[in-house]
C-alpha cells in the first residue's frame, strides 16, 4: 500500500470492512476506515509520508532530476488531493493560500498542479478553481489495493496501469457468471479482451456460444469467434487476444451491423461503484462499445450489462454517471453476485463528442460512423 493520506479516507468495499493504515512509524498497524481531510494531508505530507506509487504500481513515472521544491510541492499538493473525500466536490483552495501553507512560490505551485492536471487526477476549470478527478482517485487508491491480488501479464507483467488484470477468484467469477439466466440463454455475447474474463471466455466457447470480442485497444474493430465450430482445443486457445488473432475472424463494419442481436455484455473494470458506474481506465472503452452496438441496433436497454471484478475493485463510492456512461446492471465477484438498481438508462448511441477526445476514437468503426453520418 502507500500513502496514510491514500488509504484511510474511504471504505472500497460495498461490505464493511477494515483498512489498513500505513504510518511513518509504524507500517503494519489496522485502524478503521477514517475520512481524511486536506489539512490531515498536508501534516501527514510533513511527517514524511510521500504520494501514492508504491506497491508495485507504476502510477508516475517522474524525473529524480526535478529541483527538489518542485518536487516536494508535487508530492504535497498529490498527497492533499488524494486525501480528499470522494464526496467532497469542491475545489482545492485558492492558489495564493495554497502557495502559502505549503510554502513555496505561485509559480511553482502553478507548475505542479499543471503536472498533476496533466496526469489527470487534477481539473482546472477557469473562473471555478481546481478540482480532483474523482474517477482519477478512485483508480489510484482501488489499484494499490488490487496489487496485493492480479496475476502478472505476459506483455505488461504487473504495471495494472497499462491492462485490466487476472485476478485471484477470478475461476469462482467465472462459476458465477456461467449460471446466470442471461448468460446461460444466451448465443451471442460481447466479452470485452480483459485478462480477467480469459476464463470466461473458454468457457463460453466450449459452450458453443459466439462471442464478439474487441481487438487489442479497439484499432481494428472487434473479433468474431463462433463457438459452434472447431475443435475443443482451438477454441480454448481462441480465449485468449493471440489465439484470437488465428481462431477468430475481425469484422467489418458492414458485417457488424449484419450480425444480429448482441444478448449479454460482460466487462472487467478498474472499479464498479455500487450505483452502477463503471470506471475503466480512462480511455472510453466500454462506453464506445455500448456506443457502437447501439447505433447498429445490435443492442437495446434489456441487455444486461455484467462486470466482473475482485471484491476491492467493488466500491461503495458516491459517482455520480456522465451521460455518456454504460451503467453496470450486475456485479460478479469472488464473493458474490450483485444485481443492481438505478434509474439512469443506457446511453441511446455514441457520445461523439466525448469519444473524440479519447484514446477509443483510433476504433475503425467509430471512425467510419463519424464518415456515414
Request: hydrophobic share 40%; with cysteine; proline share 5%.
Amino acid at each position: 500500500m502507500s500513502t496514510a493520506a491514500a488509504t484511510n479516507l474511504l471504505r472500497l468495499s460495498i461490505r464493511p470492512q477494515t483498512s489498513r493504515r500505513f504510518d511513518a512509524g509504524d507500517r503494519g498497524a489496522e485502524a478503521d476506515t477514517i475520512h481524511g481531510s486536506p489539512d490531515d494531508a498536508f501534516l501527514t505530507y510533513r511527517e514524511g509520508v510521500t504520494a501514492m506509487g508504491s506497491a508495485g504500481v507504476p502510477l508516475l513515472e517522474r524525473s529524480a532530476e526535478l529541483p527538489p521544491l518542485y518536487r516536494q510541492a508535487l508530492q504535497a499538493l498529490e498527497t492533499l488531493a488524494m486525501a480528499t473525500s470522494f464526496d467532497d466536490l469542491s475545489p482545492l483552495p485558492p492558489e495564493p493560500q495554497l502557495a502559502a501553507r505549503l510554502g513555496v512560490s505561485r509559480g511553482t505551485l502553478r507548475r505542479a498542479t499543471d503536472e498533476l492536471a496533466r496526469e489527470g487526477l487534477l481539473r482546472i476549470q477557469a473562473g471555478r478553481g481546481t478540482f480532483v478527478n474523482k474517477q482519477t482517485q478512485i483508480r489510484r487508491v482501488v489499484r494499490s489495493q488490487l496489487i496485493d491480488h492480479v496475476k502478472p501479464d505476459s506483455r505488461f507483467d504487473l504495471d495494472i496501469t497499462q491492462f485490466v488484470p487476472d485476478f485471484d477468484g477470478s475461476d469462482e467469477c467465472t462459476r458465477q457468471t456461467l449460471e446466470l439466466d442471461a448468460v446461460r440463454d444466451a448465443t451471442t455475447i460481447f466479452v470485452a479482451p480483459d485478462n480477467s474474463l480469459i476464463g470466461l471466455r473458454r468457457s463460453l466457447l466450449l459452450q458453443g456460444k459466439r462471442l464478439l470480442v474487441p481487438t487489442f485497444g479497439g484499432r481494428r474493430g472487434m473479433f468474431l469467434i463462433d463457438g459452434s465450430i472447431g475443435d475443443p482445443a482451438a477454441l480454448a486457445g481462441a480465449a485468449t487476444l493471440d489465439g484470437m488473432e488465428e481462431h477468430g475472424r475481425v469484422l467489418e463494419l458492414r458485417e457488424l451491423r449484419e450480425l444480429g442481436h448482441v444478448d449479454v455484455m460482460v466487462t472487467g473494470a478498474v472499479a464498479v461503484t455500487s450505483g452502477g458506474v463503471h470506471v475503466g481506465g480512462g480511455e472510453g472503452y466500454l462506453d464506445l462499445e455500448w456506443g457502437i452496438l447501439r447505433e447498429l441496433d445490435l443492442v437495446d436497454d434489456d441487455v444486461p450489462v455484467i462486470a466482473v471484478v475482485h471484491t476491492t475493485q467493488f466500491v461503495d463510492i458516491p459517482l455520480d454517471p456522465k451521460a455518456s456512461d454504460c451503467l453496470i446492471d450486475i456485479v460478479v465477484t469472488p464473493a458474490e453476485t450483485v444485481r443492481l438498481d438505478h434509474a439512469a438508462g443506457k446511453p441511446s448511441g455514441l457520445d461523439r463528442e466525448w469519444i473524440r477526445h479519447r484514446r477509443a476514437a483510433v476504433s475503425s468503426y467509430f471512425q467510419q460512423l463519424n464518415t456515414d453520418r
